[in-house]
């Protein structure tokens, strides 16, 4: 089994990095940053400014030196709205802004009221995909869940991968849907949940 370790600041161009690539194929992101060159340029900064906040909490955690990571918000620590609304406004194709800003609206809207652990992005190389790597990673941070007794909740911008998550404990909350925009779909689990 690979070990799970914590990426500090000073290794963000690597847990970035590996999000970007594995986001290369992402319906939600592909839409948002349909140009491969703007996609390229500017999904580092949208991955930083979504879950960037996770390297400053000691849950930025990776697996085989860095084909796999994963961008935990403890409880109470928040994406850069601010950053994110501003990186819409200048990169997304204009006809797109409108759906992608009523998307983030309901993905806000969606978060459990109690206190969670929040799951803005995880992502595995391409090229490692299918090998159990993000397994890895989920099944590390249910552990602390579980431990703490706390929810965690995330949002999945791929159909393909929601019953990747239910096998970890994860249940549909809802579908968000703004317009083009592909799906988005709320998850939620339960400390203790299992498929």
Request: aromatic share 10%.
């Amino acid at each position: 089994m690979s070990a799970v370790a914590t990426a500090p600041r000073t290794q963000q161009d690597s847990v970035i990095g590996v999000i970007t690539l594995a986001f290369s194929s992402d319906p939600v992101a592909r839409f948002a940053l349909p140009d491969p060159a703007t996609y390229l340029t500017q999904m580092p900064p949208v991955v930083q400014a979504f879950g960037g906040a996770a390297l400053d909490h000691g849950s930025a955690w990776y697996v085989e030196g860095f084909l796999g990571a994963a961008l935990w918000l403890p409880p109470g620590v928040h994406p850069d709205h601010e950053t994110l609304d501003a990186l819409i406004e200048r990169h997304v194709p204009k006809q797109r802004q409108g759906m992608m800003s009523e998307a983030f609206e309901q993905m806000g809207a969606s978060h459990p009221d109690e206190p969670h652990w929040y799951l803005p992005l995880i992502g595995i190389d391409p090229s490692w995909q299918n090998h159990g790597l993000g397994s890895v990673l989920m099944e590390y941070a249910a552990a602390i869940f579980d431990r703490d007794r706390v929810l965690a909740y995330l949002e999945s911008s791929n159909p393909r991968n929601i019953p990747f998550y239910q096998r970890h404990g994860y249940e549909v909350i809802r579908t968000i849907r703004a317009g083009d925009c592909p799906p988005i779909t709320p998850m939620l689990r339960r400390p203790g949940a299992r498929a």
